[in-house]
């Protein structure tokens, strides 16, 4: 269990962050976001190569130096408890690159959505590329097909990691060539399924409209989490996400909260109070410092219920509590 107070070693740390901002508050000074590291960029002659490999055109975000190309599996059919889900609401998996704070090396760290029996054949494949399994887990319950999610993970330039990682799903429906082509886009999206002004006034994020679900992706900007040399941020994996899909006033709420082991049970405790099912908890990477865990949750009802929930879960984060851990 963690003392309340500053160790002499995390007070050395954060003079070396804030320098004179030390003189505030612990409270205020816990609440500043971390200054991320100056990882170098991706080129453009990398992106390129990331593209042609997959055979998919990504999207970099600049101030992490992330590049990233979504994998969703349009090619099933999903039913929560019986009924149509849609892919966006959370059976799309993702692969990012990003260099080490050195530029010594990068990494390739994705999420995969398989079903069952497509787990070890990737297992293989991956392995026979050099690539690593980082977590085996599910996301959800009452879905039809029964659906597994599996973190993978390697080391190298990025102009070798993505042809390994292309290598790896190439035989795979994961691979953007062995998907159908994409449909017409819904003629109903989130903006017409969801008072978004108003979840937005609730858990004081702006979300993004992926056809007709509404989804809100938040990042530990008061955690500097380190994995073999590269910084994980927001869009390499360590974030906190909610989705909405269905209605207003019935509507469904799934998603993934990034958590210090502290933070666990408080998160826990407050999705429970709320009616919210807790769904999963277990880590995504290897050797992540501090160690993350993350919780998948569940939940059905008033939209607007379902976000007081969530905004009650993000509260827990950054804060100290009865268990341990840091607070903001």
């Known amino acids: 269990m963690e003392s309340n107070k500053f160790s002499r070693r995390q007070a050395l740390k954060a003079t070396a962050l804030f320098g004179t901002t030390l003189l505030l508050p612990v409270s205020k000074l816990a609440a500043m976001p971390l200054p991320l590291s100056k990882t170098p960029p991706i080129t453009a002659e990398e992106m390129a190569a990331i593209d042609t490999a997959l055979g998919k055109k990504g999207s970099y975000k600049e101030a992490e130096s992330v590049y990233t190309t979504p994998l969703p599996r349009n090619d099933l059919k999903m039913k929560l408890k019986g009924e149509p889900i849609p892919i ?11 260099k080490s704070v050195d530029g010594k090396s990068a990494m390739v760290m994705g999420d995969t959505v398989l079903l069952q029996e497509e787990v070890n054949p990737l297992i293989s494949a991956a392995q026979a590329n050099g690539l690593e399994i980082g977590a085996i887990h599910n996301h959800f319950f009452y879905e039809e097909p029964r659906i597994f999610y599996m973190h993978i993970h390697g080391m190298g330039s990025i102009t070798d990691l993505a042809k390994r990682y292309a290598d790896t799903i190439r035989d795979s429906k994961i691979s953007p060539a062995n998907q159908p082509a994409p449909g017409a886009p819904s003629a109903i999206t989130g903006k017409e399924n969801f008072d978004i002004p108003a979840l937005d006034a609730i858990v004081k994020y702006t979300g993004t409209v992926n056809g007709p679900t509404y989804k809100y992706t938040i990042g530990r900007s008061d955690l500097k989490v380190m994995v073999m040399g590269v910084e994980m941020t927001t869009n390499i994996g360590l974030n906190t996400w909610a989705s909405f899909a269905g209605k207003q006033d019935n509507a469904q709420i799934a998603g993934d909260i990034a958590m210090l082991p502290g933070e666990v049970n408080p998160v826990i405790k407050t999705l429970r109070e709320h009616n919210i099912e807790v769904v999963a908890v277990h ?17 059905a009802g008033p939209a607007l219920d379902l976000a007081k929930g969530f905004r009650a879960a993000l509260d827990q984060l950054g804060k100290k509590n009865s268990m341990g851990g840091m607070k903001m």
């Not at 880590?283 to 939940?299: Q, R």
């Open 283 to 299: 880590s995504h990477m290897l050797s992540d410092d501090p160690h993350i865990i993350f919780l998948h949750y569940l939940g």
């Open 88 to 98: 966006p609401f959370g059976f799309g998996g993702w692969v990012s690159f990003k």
